[in-house]
């Protein structure tokens, strides 16, 4: 075996080790905002007073679940920059390896109300400084209730709860069943474009935490999911991450391939679908 062989092997190795040390990391990340969470639901409805970097009333469960994550990743090996969707940006003492994105309650509503359909997710982007959404090399979701943990690997798919999944066969627009996410403060654009889009394909399911959605479309129980309100934080990075992986296809207003860049305060807008003729379908549908 030549030098030149053995340091490509050295080096592979190296990476699936960095690789997995990196997943292990996340997962005890999420286990311990989810033990946070089942532990503490007694306090699902409590407010803190305060209002996070996006605009929103801050839960105190979610500040007690990301504060779990937090500590987990900032007590690791590994030097984690962290966007979080209460705290913003939280820069590490160290030199960066990875940038966090953090979302550690998605159904904060459901919550309150004790509608058993919640999760938490986290996407890892390799840092530099011209990182973006296809740049994520890991992502995993947890559905708090339902038990299911999804974990997206660049490169080698998707599993459900250890198990490979994968996007829906193709389907007729007509036929397609999707999540279809609505507006705060409706206006009759929108109004107008939503039913459009809704008519257009055979029914809607949601659940209001849209990671979990974005999962099952993974997943293939749902073909398509579609938030284009312009009010997602890039925090739920981990959740397109799950549909590309798992072999679907996901395009922005603009009509192209889904990709953003990770600056704090950009917006999501996407199709999320099975396949890319679907997910331009619905678009279309979309934007008449």
Known sequence: MSNHTSDIENTEYSMQWHIMTALRTL?????????????????????????????????????KAEDEIIEVLHSSDIAFDILSEEKGLLKTARKPEYLALVDPIDGSANLKRGIPLVSLGIAIVPYSDTMSSDDAEISIIDSVFTDETYIAVKGKGVTRNGKKVKVADSI?????????????????????????????????????????????????????????RNLLPIIHLCGTHMVFEAGGYVIGLDGKRFVSSLEPDVMMNFVAASNEELARQILHAFQG
Request: proline share 2%; aromatic share 6%; charged share 25%.
């Open 27 to 63: 997962k005890e990340a999420v286990k311990a905002a989810k033990t946070c969470i089942l532990d503490n639901l007694d306090q699902a409805a409590e407010l803190t007073g305060e209002v996070n970097p996006y605009g929103d009333k801050t839960l105190l469960l979610d500040v």
């Open 172 to 228: 007729a627009l007509e036929n397609a069943i999707i999540s279809y996410d609505t507006k705060r403060t409706f206006d009759p654009s929108f109004v107008e474009s939503s039913v459009r889009t809704i008519k257009s394909v055979h029914d809607t399911r949601r659940t209001a935490s849209n990671l979990l959605d974005l999962c099952w479309t993974a997943a293939g129980f749902l073909d398509g999911m579609v938030d284009v």
